[in-house]
């Protein structure tokens, strides 16, 4: 049982957040929960809805994008991201069983992308305190600064959806898939 009670519909949603809510389902077909929760406070759905769609058009694939929203979505525990971004990877990224359940532990079987879910699992755990060797690594494989940063914006947005989903007990409307950090 949801915490924070989420909108039933669009109808529900507070008036300023409505006009967003139905650009996310023209855009996904759908209005999972996290949005409809998120619209509880306009100001908060246009914030994610703005840096989520600016992320989405920045240098890192989506692909990579996806891996990193696995590794945090393990290491904070919150099965409701986990359950989106496994649903994600798999039918919008066409990442493997095998890629997902490597991503989930921070890693990837791609050697580039390997070095920014390993900066961004390092940046999550270490709370944005890492060490020089964790730049060096993402740096050495190919990663610009520009992308680091992107990479640290990933880690934040993502961070922030594991939070709130976690707070409200979000209820999962995707399969749900449990992260080890919750068992």
């Not at 703005?50 to 890192?60: H, Y």
């Not at 069983?97 to 050697?111: H, L, P």
């Not at 999550?124 to 600064?145: C, F, H, M, P, Q």
């Amino acid at each position: 049982m949801p915490r924070i009670q989420t909108p039933a519909n669009i109808a529900a949603a507070p008036a300023a957040s409505q006009p967003l809510l139905s650009q996310v389902e023209k855009q996904l077909g759908v209005v999972p929960n996290l949005f409809r929760l998120v619209s509880l406070s306009p100001a908060a759905l246009e914030g994610y809805l703005g840096l989520s769609g600016a992320l989405s058009k920045g240098a890192l694939e989506a692909q990579t994008r996806e891996r990193i929203a696995l590794a945090v979505a393990e290491i904070n525990g919150c099965d409701y991201c986990l359950s989106a971004h496994t649903y994600l990877g798999k039918n919008l990224a066409k990442l493997d069983d095998a890629e997902i359940a490597t991503n989930r532990q921070g890693r990837s079987s791609d050697a580039k992308a390997d070095a920014a879910v390993r900066f961004a699992a390092s940046v999550t755990r270490a709370r944005g305190r890492i060490g020089s060797e964790d730049l060096a690594a993402v740096r050495a494989a190919g990663y610009s600064d520009a992308q680091i940063v992107e990479i640290v914006q990933h880690v934040a947005l993502n961070t922030w959806t594991n939070y709130i989903n976690n707070v409200a007990e979000t209820e999962i409307d995707f399969p749900v898939v449990k992260s080890a950090q919750a068992a």
